[in-house]
Structure formats: structure tokens, C-alpha cells
């Protein structure tokens, strides 16, 4: 008795081949059929219709008779990536493997999109006769995979690392610094007034101090820094390659830009913060969690002493 899958192939074999190209053109991914010695023989509509659809973009989307495993070399070049996709390719053709895939960004005329590959080997039972490549696009799930991460690292009040990802980024700069016998130094902030702003203006008002503090701490910065807001109003400033009494650059142009924003805003307060610093020197064994603890006192220390000059005033 035929299992269902011979009795589809066998019915598949009664297709005349104008049925056959019918059903390869009712498919929305770019399919090409291959002989053994990966020359195109069929191709859908979809494959034939992608360079028009792509400012002229052929990529590997060669034509009925040209070889395909050549189109491909000449579409993506020598890195190594694709070096290894084509032999895989041919591993498919020669009976090695039965079946290759892999996914890949391709820049177009009308943005980036991201398709998968996939080459399956054609067999008439045990014996090769070919394959059938098809491309298919997954930009939208692509894009949805890297907003997930994004969102995963990324604070969504203030746009910049959350705390888990900037425990995670002083952990790896760490790891540079002690290879490279740097420092790393770090600024643990905190605002000084948030609780008067929530308790007068209201939290809306708080929240969007809190991204206004960001988006300056954020402009102090260099190109080789980063900025992670660990909860509420605690931000922190990661500063490589750099000792405490080099941070001071960094904390002037803080400063000035705070105080461009004070002078400016028409608001009945100001803002202000407390700030405590800490270094990792070449050769330190703390971990990231004891580095930022570290800055988190001399932070309540600096706080601690302006909360004693206005009693004392």
C-alpha cells in the first residue's frame, strides 16, 4: 500500500509541466530547480520577478541555463560566511547533505530586509537528481527579533541601557580593561529634588525630569562611554579607558549643560544631583556589582553632605 507521501509524489508525476510551473508560481518565495550540476532548469515568477522589484538587484536570481552555484560566488563574493554557503550548496547537489539553510541581511534600493535560504536536495527515490533553492523573506520577523532584544536592554522611559544591560556592559569593559591594564571609572548619579517635583508637580512632571537628566547626561558623554538608568532617579555613567581624575572632563561638560537647561527652563525649580565616583584600576578584583556599590556610598556621602550645609544654613 502507498504511504501518503508516495501517493503525492506519484500524483505530482502526473502533473503536466505547466501544472507544475503553476504551482511554483503560486508560491511567495524565490524557488529556482537545479540539476546535479547546479544549472537552473526552473525558476518561478517570484525569483524571475525580484531584480524589477529591487532597482535592477539580481543578486543570485540568475536565469533558466546559467549555473546557479556560479551566480551565487559572484552575488556575495569571498567572505567566508558565503564561501562556506556555497560549498554547502554543492554538498546538497553531490548527495552529502540533504538539506542546507541558513538566513542573511541583503541592503536594497528600498531598505535592509533579511531572507533565509534554503536548498533542498531532489531525489527520484534513493538517486540525486537536483535541488530546489528558495528564498524566502523574513524581514518582519527579523525586525521583530531585534526590537524584542532592543527592548530587553533598553530602558523605555529614557531610551538609554536598563540595569540589567549595563551590569552586563561594566562586566565586559572590565574584562577589556584588566586585559589592556586600563581603568575604568564609573558615576553613580542620583537627583537630588525628584520627591518635590513627584510630590508638587506630579509624576508626570518627575518622569519627564528624570528623561531631561538623561538626555544631558547622555550629550556629556564621549563616543566610548555609556549611560545605564539602574531605577527611579539612579543613573550611571561608564567611563573606559579612564581614571577618577580624568572623569573630571567628563562631569565639567555635565555640569555646564545642566546648568545651560536650569538657566533656561521656565520651571520653578532646578535641577540638581549628587553624583559618587569609583575606579577600576589594571589589576582590581572587584566585580561590576562591587564597583557600582562603591560609587552608590560616595554618592550618599556627597548627598548626605549638602543635606547637612542646609541644615547647618
Not at 552575488?75 to 540533504?98: D, H, N, P, Q
Not at 532592543?150 to 523605555?156: C, G
Not at 555640569?255 to 520651571?267: P, S
Not at 589589576?283 to 564597583?291: D, H, I, M, P, V
Request: with cysteine; hydrophobic share 35%.
Amino acid at each position: 500500500m502507498l504511504t501518503k507521501e508516495n501517493a503525492a509524489r506519484s500524483n505530482l508525476k502526473k502533473l503536466s509541466p505547466n501544472a507544475v510551473q503553476s504551482v511554483l508560481d503560486s508560491l511567495t518565495e524565490n524557488l529556482a530547480v537545479l540539476n546535479l550540476r547546479g544549472v537552473i532548469v526552473s525558476v518561478n515568477s517570484a525569483w524571475m520577478n525580484f531584480p524589477a522589484e529591487n532597482g535592477g538587484m539580481a543578486l543570485d536570481r540568475a536565469a533558466v541555463g546559467e549555473n546557479y552555484l556560479r551566480a551565487f560566488r559572484d552575488a556575495f563574493g569571498r567572505e567566508m560566511k558565503f564561501v562556506r554557503a556555497g560549498r554547502a550548496i554543492g554538498s546538497v547537489l553531490t548527495g552529502g547533505r540533504g538539506k542546507y539553510s541558513t538566513e542573511y541581511p541583503c541592503d536594497l534600493p528600498g531598505g535592509r530586509r533579511w531572507f533565509r535560504l534554503t536548498v533542498t536536495a531532489l531525489k527520484n527515490g534513493k538517486t540525486a537528481t537536483g535541488a530546489v533553492v528558495s528564498h524566502s523573506d523574513i524581514t518582519r520577523r527579523r525586525l521583530a527579533e531585534l526590537e524584542t532584544r532592543r527592548l530587553a536592554v533598553i530602558d523605555p522611559m529614557t531610551g538609554v541601557l536598563n540595569r540589567k544591560a549595563g551590569i552586563a556592559y561594566i562586566r565586559d569593559r572590565m574584562k577589556i580593561a584588566r586585559r589592556r591594564k586600563q581603568s575604568l571609572t564609573v558615576c553613580y548619579i542620583d537627583l537630588d529634588n525628584l520627591k518635590y517635583v513627584n510630590d508638587n508637580y506630579g509624576h508626570r512632571e518627575g518622569d519627564k525630569t528624570i528623561r531631561s537628566a538623561a538626555k544631558l547626561m547622555k550629550n556629556a558623554l564621549r563616543e566610548t562611554d555609556a549611560i545605564c538608568r539602574l531605577g527611579g532617579d539612579e543613573i550611571l555613567l561608564v567611563l573606559p579607558d579612564t581614571t577618577i581624575d580624568e572623569s573630571i572632563h567628563v562631569l565639567e561638560r555635565l555640569a555646564e549643560l545642566i546648568a545651560r537647561r536650569n538657566d533656561k527652563a521656565r520651571i520653578p525649580w532646578k535641577l540638581e544631583y549628587s553624583y559618587g565616583l569609583a575606579e577600576h584600576s589594571p589589576g582590581g578584583k572587584q566585580t561590576a556589582e562591587e564597583l557600582v556599590d562603591t560609587a552608590d556610598r560616595n554618592m550618599y556621602k556627597m548627598k548626605m553632605s549638602k543635606k547637612h550645609k542646609k541644615g547647618v544654613n
